[in-house]
């Protein structure tokens, strides 16, 4: 329980800090707003509008969400695996190595279960509602204006949800991991494509910065869920002789 609340609370304070820094990147990088006029042309106006673009995007906040969710699922999985190690030892017919493995696998997969989907889903739900709070707070202070905060709490349930069980399945072997672990790399590689980051004609730096860090973001997610795959695989079929050549118990 205890760890529980902890990995909720992490969530909320991860979404809290997303949701005013975003806000706060968009009014430094406004020209219209008070805090971005001064800097507008300069160094640090360049550089809020990159950190705007960057988190001012639906993938972004998606990431947020599958992110809560993969950390609120991590302490079921470690459990799961000693749990199963444990287990492991006390199937004696199927002899040591084989036991071990075998429950070793079983904890795993169910530390990663549907407790693991539960869990992670109501992380990204709190990390998206209060990022939402947090952003619309924001907003009162360094732009004086109304607020969405209530809209965009209820759509952080579905949302956050699927998001967040999404994150826990990420931690999943196999290809339901592999798939899961592709969500965000594939979201940000498709807003770049349909809805790029160009509000304007003219292209300017700041956009350039911001589109190469995303791609480079999506081909590195890509990359390493492709290679966590692949290593699993090789892992996985690099114990089966093991299991082939236990020795039976009498």
Known sequence: MKIATGRVAVAAASGAVFGAATSLANALSSPYSRLGAPLTGTVPGRTAKVLSLLLDAGWSWAALAVLAGAGAAAGLGVAGSVRGAGAGTGLRAAGPARGTVAGTGAG?????????LV??????????????TAYYAMDTVVFDGGTDTLLWVMVSVPFGSVLGA?????R???????????????GAAA???LIPPRP???VTASIVVAETVVW????????LAVRRFL?????????TPADATALPTP
């Open 166 to 170: 999404i994150g826990a399945a990420a």
């Open 216 to 223: 480079t973001g999506a081909a590195l997610g890509t990359a």
């Open 108 to 116: 795993a997969g169910a530390g990663l279960g549907i407790a693991g």
């Open 172 to 186: 999943r072997p196999g290809a339901v991991g592999l798939l899961a672990a592709l969500t965000v790399p594939t």
């Open 200 to 202: 304007h004609l003219t």
């Open 119 to 132: 869990r992670g889903a109501a992380a990204g739900v709190v990390s998206l509602a209060v990022a939402s």
């Open 231 to 239: 290593l699993q695989r090789r892992t996985s079929r690099t114990t």
């Open 191 to 193: 807003q770049m494509l």
